[in-house]
Structures are given as C-alpha cells and as structure tokens.
C-alpha cells in the first residue's frame, strides 16, 4: 500500500483565498483524522471520520473550516477564506478499527505546508 | 480538557541510553501512545500502552503507570538516526479513537 496520501505538499495562498486540501486514507481504514500542527500549539485535532461519517469536529477553528469524507477513499478539509494564522503543517492520519482503542496507531500522511499571507 | 506534559529537549551521545518522561492529567484514559517525528516529516507510530508496566520493542521500550499518570519512553543504544521529536498521545475515552498529543520532545544525539 502506498500509505495515506495528502496533496498538494506544499502551497502558499493569499488571504481571503479559498484553500482545499486532499487526503486519500490507506484501503481498508476505518478512521481517518485531520490534524494541524504548528510551533505553537503543537498537534491538534480539527476533525475525525469512522465509516465516512464525522464523528467529532469539536476541534474544527470557526466556520471557515468545513472537511467532507464522501466516501472511503477521499477526503477534503477546505479553509474559506483563509487568513494568516491559518498557516501550519496539516496532516491527515487514518487507522484500523482495533478494539476499544487505535492500538494499531495512525499511519500520518506527508501533511501539506500551508502558508498564507 | 487534557494536560500532557513532556520536557522540550535532551541530548545525548552516540550509544547512550535516554529516557524521556510524560505525564498526563486527562477527563478519562483509554491508553498512552509514543510517536516519533523527523524533521520535516510526518509522526510514525511507536508504542502503545493500556495496562501497567513495561513494553519491549527492540531498542525502544515503554512503560506505563496509571494510577501515577505517568509514561516514559526509553531509547537504548542511541544511533543519530534516533535525532527526532517524540510525541506522547493519550485516548481519554473507550472506543473514543481520537488523541491528544503532547508538545514532544526534541532528542539530539550527538557523536
């Protein structure tokens, strides 16, 4: 498998522009997660998936934020409009449903770069 | 909300062993994890604890005490490649899958 897949890698945006990043979780995965991390706040959850469904967006900043799983092999988390403070690394993570835990751990994608100015 | 606590860095030589210490204050607990990042890269998964006691992966080993809220992660014979951050995570909850992850701590080996 060629792992959880993000794209684009890099990208640098104007503010007020929308932004829409990608992810393609590994075949098989229950549980895919968006997660964002900067210097700062270090890893933070915005938003995670079971069977394509949202489970918790608690973590989600304001309603410039929206992700959609629509179906098990893709999803998109989409910053509109995007701001400054909105740059950090997003990665995207997906999971095998173990028992009462992710005891199989996350397998992380490459994360996307975001920088906006 | 979650409290997880890790020291910021440590450094040490080439072949020596370091312990980095996590201590967590969480609404539930469902199990600790240890993540490792590279620069630039993303985290990889490490370790996962849920009862008390140690764990043995190779070179790597994790130990767990609940009633202490208490992990370590120890990482013997040190290579340069071990140079990384390491993320310690916690599920609060019984088939909550999501985690809260510490701020890591930056590992330097040095020759």
């Known amino acids: 498998d060629a792992g959880v897949i993000q794209s684009p890698r890099h990208e640098v945006t104007e503010m007020g522009q929308e932004v829409t990043l990608r992810c393609k979780p590994i075949s098989g995965h229950d549980y895919l997660f968006w997660y964002r991390q900067t210097m700062m706040r270090g890893l933070e959850l915005l938003i995670y998936f079971n069977n394509n469904v949202p489970i918790d967006d608690s973590g989600m900043p304001e309603d410039r934020f929206s992700a959609k799983m629509p179906n098990a092999s893709f999803s998109t988390l989409k910053i509109q409009p995007s701001e400054p403070r909105d740059s950090a690394v997003y990665f995207c993570?997906?999971?095998?449903?173990?028992?009462?835990?992710?005891?199989?751990?996350?397998?992380f994608g490459s994360g996307t770069r975001l920088t906006v100015v | 909300g979650q409290n997880i606590d890790q020291p910021t860095e440590m450094t040490a030589t080439e072949g020596a062993i370091v312990q980095i210490n996590c201590t967590y204050q969480t609404s539930g607990f469902n199990g600790l994890f240890w993540y490792q990042q590279h620069a630039g890269e993303a985290p990889t998964f490490l370790s996962y604890n849920v009862l008390d006691g140690l764990e043995e992966k190779g070179r790597f080993s994790s130990f767990l005490s609940r009633s202490k809220g208490y992990s370590y992660l120890l990482l013997k014979e040190l290579q340069m490649k071990d140079s990384a951050s390491y993320l310690c995570a916690v599920s609060a909850r019984r088939f909550d899958y999501k985690l809260s992850f510490g701020a890591g701590t930056t590992v330097t080996v040095r020759a």
């Open positions: 993570a997906s999971s095998l449903e173990g028992t009462e835990a992710p005891i199989y751990g996350y397998t």
